[in-house]
C-alpha cells in the first residue's frame, strides 16, 4: 500500500488516495461501494483521461500515466516557483511567510494541490485583484516579476523612527542575526512583527530600549 503500478509512487508522498479515488479511500479503507466493481475509480476533479492514461488537474496538464519515477518540487514548478511575483519574494522571505507552516523550497504543507492558491490570511491576498496589501507593499500587482531589493520596500536605513540616529550601528545589534544593509532573515522578514534582539530591551508599550546605550529614550 500504495499499489506500486503506474506511478502510484510520484504520488504517494504528496497526494491522500482520496485525492484521485474519492471519498472512502485511503491506505487503510476502500469504498465498497464502488471497490472491486472492474472499473478504475477516480474523482472527477483530477480530470482522468482513460483513452490518454492521463489526467488534466491544476498540477501536471497531461502527463501520463505510465512514468513511475518519483516527483520532485521541480517536476510541477521551479524551486522556488518562477511565475508570478515569486522572484521578488525569494531571496527576502520563507515559502512559509506567504503560504504557511510546512510550505519550504523542498517541503509542501498538508493543502498543497488541492486547486486553490494556498495564502495566510495575514498577507491580505485579493485572489480578484491579484493583489496583497499587508505590511510590505499595499496592492503591488502579483504578475510583476521584477527582483525587489531592500529599497523597494524602505530606505536603507529605514527613514521611520529613530532609525537615522543609529546609522552606526549594525542592523543586527538591534534585529538579530541575519540582518545586514543588504540582507534579511527570511524566517522574520516582513511577518507583520518587529524582530528585536532581545539583548536590546525593547519594549513595545513605551516604544523604547532599555540597554547600555540609553536609558528610555523613545523610538
Known amino acids: 500500500m500504495p499499489p506500486a503500478s503506474g506511478a502510484h509512487a510520484r504520488h504517494e508522498a504528496t497526494d491522500s488516495c482520496a485525492t ?16 472491486g466493481n472492474g472499473q478504475r475509480d477516480t474523482a472527477p476533479a483530477i480530470g482522468w483521461n482513460a483513452g490518454t ?15 513511475t519515477a518519483t516527483f520532485t518540487c521541480t517536476s510541477c514548478h521551479g524551486a522556488p516557483p518562477a511565475t508570478g511575483g515569486h522572484t521578488k519574494h525569494n531571496t527576502r522571505l520563507a515559502c512559509s511567510s506567504c503560504h504557511g507552516a510546512g510550505f519550504s523550497a523542498t517541503t509542501a504543507g498538508a493543502t498543497h494541490r488541492n486547486g486553490v492558491k494556498e495564502v495566510i490570511a495575514s498577507v491580505g491576498w485579493n485572489a480578484t485583484s491579484q493583489t496583497c496589501a499587508n505590511a510590505c507593499h499595499g496592492s503591488g500587482a502579483w504578475s510583476t516579476s521584477a527582483t525587489l531589493s531592500c529599497t ?3 530606505g536603507v536605513p529605514p527613514t521611520s523612527g529613530e532609525h537615522r540616529e543609529h546609522r552606526s550601528r549594525a542592523c543586527s545589534v538591534c534585529h538579530g542575526p ?3 544593509s543588504t540582507t534579511v532573515n527570511a524566517a522574520t522578514h516582513n511577518n507583520g512583527i518587529r524582530e528585536m534582539a532581545t539583548s536590546s530591551g525593547w519594549a513595545p508599550s513605551t516604544r523604547s530600549c532599555a540597554n547600555s546605550c540609553h536609558g528610555k ?3
Not at 20 to 35: K, L, P, Q
Not at 53 to 67: K, L, M
Request: with cysteine; hydrophobic share 20%.
Open 20 to 35: 484521485c479515488h474519492g471519498a472512502g479511500y485511503s491506505a487503510t479503507t476502500v469504498n465498497g461501494g464502488t471497490h
Open 178 to 180: 541575519g540582518y545586514t
Open 152 to 154: 523597494s520596500c524602505h
Open 53 to 67: 492514461q492521463s489526467c488534466a488537474n491544476a498540477c501536471h496538464g497531461s502527463t501520463p500515466w505510465t512514468p
Open 217 to 219: 529614550e523613545k523610538w
